[in-house]
Each structure stands twice: as C-alpha cells, then as structure tokens.
C-alpha cells in the first residue's frame, strides 16, 4: 500500500523506534530515522526497507530542524514527526549527578519540545501530527527512575498544551505511553529473575510489550482516521496500570 506519507522517528536506530520505522515503512510511509548510532552501513534492515536514517542527535536542535526542512523540500511535506528518542538511568535519586540530570531532561523533554516546535513553525500553514512516546512512568512512580518520570510526566502535560495551542494550525499532538517493552532499555530488568517474576504479577497479559506493540497505535494515530483525536495519551501496557 503506497501512501507517499512522510514520517520522522526520533531514535530509530533500535528498539521501539526501529519497530516504529518497521511498521511504517511496511505500511508505504517514506520513513526518516534518526540516532547518534545511525552509520548506514550498520543497518541492513534500514537499507532493505528503504528507511532512510541519519545520524543525528536530537538535543542538536539545528541539526533537526534542518533535517526536517530537508525532508519537507524533497516530498513537499513532512506528515508525521515522532519523537521517540529517549534514554533511562538506574540510578537512586540522591546519586543523580548534574551531567545525569541534564542528559535526561534535555535528550527526553527540550529536544522533545524543540523538535515540535521546528516541525511547527515549518508547516504551520499546513499541519501536522507529532506523536510523543512518553511512558506509563509518566503517570506512576517506581524507584530508581525520578528524573526519567520526570521527563515523561511533563511529556504527557505538554502533549496537551501543544494539542490546544496548535490547533487552528491543523496540528495534532498526542503521546503513547509504554508499559514495560522488549528493549535495550530494559535490559537491567530482564536481567533479575526476581524483577521479572515480580513483573508479571502485576502485568495482567502475563508479558512484556513488544515494539510493534507500540507501531499499532502510532500508525492509527498518524492516519487521517484519527483527524478528531488530539491532546490524547494511549497506554500500552499489558494492564499494568489497570490494577
Ligand atoms: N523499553 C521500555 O520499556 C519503554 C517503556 C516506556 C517508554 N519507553 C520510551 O520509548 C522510547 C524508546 O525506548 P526504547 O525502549 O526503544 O530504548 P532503546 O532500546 O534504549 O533505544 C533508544 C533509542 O533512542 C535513541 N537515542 C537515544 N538518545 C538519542 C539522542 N540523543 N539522539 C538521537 N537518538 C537517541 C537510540 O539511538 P542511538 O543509540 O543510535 O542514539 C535508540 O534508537 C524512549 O523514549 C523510552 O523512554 C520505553
């Protein structure tokens, strides 16, 4: 199915933005990636897909912006932009150091925030849609995790903002909050029998999410189908914040 749809996913070099570019690509969207890993020759899949990845960090934010203008010069528009980079951290609250707590925030909400607003102040005559992946550690605690909740929370609070804010320019801003996903990310968890064990006590699917798990509401939530939803968050999570 070929829509000749653009779309830019932050972060999409492993993991759930890999799954993301995947689904999309599969889908018939042109598909932009970015990474600070994103050699091209590291990423047959990318390649067989037609994914086109760059290397680029999101806290660059001219580096964005002008990725996105590229983008938009070569198909006329860029459709979608979800920013979904982000980067965790196992340590207590009172061991965070400054360079820790800045990383955090400035790769998981200002690049989140800058990224949207280059994406809106390019098309703001034309619209758009961007699609946060913030997480179910937006809306509740754990520990080990408080700046990383952080980030999410304020992603979440700010999707809203953005949705209202936006919203006579044709832009719709809506998040997806993962629960526990089968990534690099998780890596520390699937490590510790006992963490897991505990997991799945109160993962009422008895799993752990899978990227494509995530690429299901995204490429609804970037269709024209969901032209009236805006300023929403989606949890995909097993039920783990049902109980
Ligand atoms: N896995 C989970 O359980 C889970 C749950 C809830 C929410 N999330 C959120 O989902 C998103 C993706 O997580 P994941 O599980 O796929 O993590 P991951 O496996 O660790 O992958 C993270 C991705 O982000 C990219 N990235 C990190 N810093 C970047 C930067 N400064 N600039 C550009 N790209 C950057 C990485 O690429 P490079 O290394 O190439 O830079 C990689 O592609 C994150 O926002 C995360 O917070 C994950």
Redesign the pocket.
Same mark, same amino acid.
């Given at each position: 199915m070929a829509t000749h749809k653009t779309v830019l996913i932050?972060? /999409?070099?492993?993991?759930?933005?890999k799954g993301l570019a995947l689904a999309f690509a599969d889908a018939g969207w042109i598909v932009y990636g #970015?990474?600070?890993?994103?050699a091209k020759d590291a990423h047959a899949w990318a390649d067989a897909q037609k994914i086109i990845l760059k290397e680029l960090?999101?806290?660059d934010s001219a580096g964005m912006a002008a990725l996105m203008q590229e983008i938009k010069e070569k198909h006329g528009l860029l459709d979608c932009l979800i920013n979904? /980079?982000?980067?965790?951290s196992n340590t207590p609250a009172s061991a965070l150091s400054s360079e820790e707590i800045s990383r955090i925030i400035d #790769?998981?909400f200002r690049a989140v925030f800058e990224c949207s607003q280059s994406y809106y102040k390019m098309q703001r005559k034309a619209g758009g849609c961007i699609i946060n992946?913030a997480?179910?550690l937006g809306m509740v605690g754990t520990s080990l995790a408080s700046v990383y909740s952080g980030t999410k929370g304020a992603v979440i609070a700010m999707t809203k903002s953005l949705a209202i804010e936006w919203a006579n320019s044709g832009f719709r801003v809506n998040a997806i909050c993962?629960?526990?996903?089968d990534?690099?990310?998780?890596d520390m968890i699937k490590k510790r029998e006992a963490i897991m064990k505990k997991l799945f006590e109160v993962i009422p699917l008895k799993r752990l999410g899978r990227p494509e798990d995530i690429a299901a509401p995204a490429l609804m939530l970037a269709s024209d189908a969901a032209s009236y939803i805006t300023g929403q968050t989606i949890v995909v999570d097993g039920g783990l914040t049902a109980m």
């Open positions: 932050t972060g /999409a070099t492993r993991g759930i933005g #970015t990474g600070r890993c994103a960090s999101v806290t979904n /980079a982000g980067v965790a #790769t998981n992946v997480s179910v993962p629960g526990f996903i990534t690099d990310m998780t």
